[in-house]
């Protein structure tokens, strides 16, 4: 029953993170602003910390994939004092067929965690494990659905970068159709004003778009003018139906990323992607290394900041029903 009295903290509101529609606009905004603070103080040192979350748990729950997305969010609890427990899915139970719920409830009863983080490759399993949990969930990827912090990490960057994001035009290109980077992103960069583009080949563009007013592209040529942020994807092929793309060199040679299609979007344009890179498929390498062009390590580098501020902002103030 502690603190019921104390006001949610800089007008954050939420329980979970789940997607990037369930969070209004003062949430977002939070999120960012001390997304920022952090991302300047990274800057300055990095050996920075604080010990805001300190005897709190974190379980990182990765039943997918992840480089840079689960060391993000471990250095970002440890920068603020939290305990980290990684679940190694691959010698886990669940290869025995163990169910997601009871993988969880397992976990929930040895770690007893203040926040779980989850990938998965399914629709819904963070919001299906928030209704199981009593602790707030992060969601790190689900399916091709969502992925908010990429989102958030991406606009803290723009906003740095750029300074701003309304009235910005950023074309994400590539594989738009099996990209949760891409969906979190169109939702989110379009609710902060900016003019979003995508630009793909048919094969490679979804059905319907997750926010109104994007615009679609068929080609680099088209689709590049003057845009402020060209965000490259790469081809999830994992998620793909053979036959989709008929050859990397094809691709590269129609829709890849050199110095002379960034040439055709706005002077100082800005190169993003969350990586991982497929360099001479969807990049070219002097692109995805030029110092004064390339967001690319910027926005590993702010991922740990917005982290910090998911985290922070879930986890420094009691929950609406403790
Ligand atoms: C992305 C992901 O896993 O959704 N990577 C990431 O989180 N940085 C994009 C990808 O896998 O291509």
Redesign the pocket.
Known sequence: MMGLHLKPKDGFAQDHLIGIDHLRDADIEAILNLGDHYANRIGDDHGFGSDILRGRRILNLFF?N?T??RASFEIAAKRLGADVVNLDIGTSSVKKGETLRDTVATMEAIVRPDAVVIRHSEYGAPAFIAGHLDCAVINA?DSWRE?PT?ALLDALTIRRAKGGIAGRTVAICGDIAH???ARSNMILLTRLGAHVRVIAPDALLPQEFPADGVRAFATMEDGLAGCDIVMM??L?KERMQAGLITGESDYFKHYGLTRERLALAAPGALVMH???LNRGVEIADDVADDPERSLILTQVRNGVAARMAVLELLLARPRKNS
Request: net charge positive.
């Open positions: 997918e992840s840079r997305t990827g992925h990429q990209s949760r980077v994807l790469r999830q969350p990586g991982p």
